[in-house]
Nanobody, 117 residues
Framework: QVQLVESGGGLVQAGGSLRLSCAAS????????MGWYRQAPGKQRELVAT???????NYADSVKGRFTISRGNAKNTVYMEMNSLKPEDTAVYYC???????????WGQGTQVTVSS
């Protein structure tokens, strides 16, 4: 079992910045990749960024150059620095952790990010 707790969401004006954090607890030794997804009202959940245990990152095209994902030294935390935010970035952001053995994906409870124009 892995528990994920997100923090850092909020309301920001367009062009502003926010930093999201996600802390994992439990069977963290089994975690491979961690990442962030988001879901806007009426839309499907979509990938924002992921980072593997070796540090390989992957970003959605819509956030490349604006968002940066990183992991803490203890490897059980993941951060996402979001700059130049746009109203279309408004969504609930979910942290996820992918386990290898057994293969399973855990989700956090989500944190709201609202970007006003």
């Amino acid at each position: 079992q892995v528990q994920l707790v997100e923090s850092g969401g909020g309301l920001v004006q367009a062009g502003g910045s926010l930093r999201l954090s996600c802390a994992a607890s439990g069977s963290i030794f089994s975690i491979n990749a961690m990442g962030w997804y988001r879901q806007a009202p009426g839309k499907q959940r979509e990938l924002v960024a992921t980072i593997t245990s070796s540090g390989t990152t992957n970003y959605a095209d819509s956030v490349k150059g604006r968002f940066t994902i990183s992991r803490g030294n203890a490897k059980n935390t993941v951060y996402m620095e979001m700059n130049s935010l746009k109203p279309e970035d408004t969504a609930v952001y979910y942290c996820n952790a992918d386990l290898v053995v057994p293969p399973y994906r855990y989700w956090g409870q989500g944190t709201q990010v609202t970007v006003s124009s």
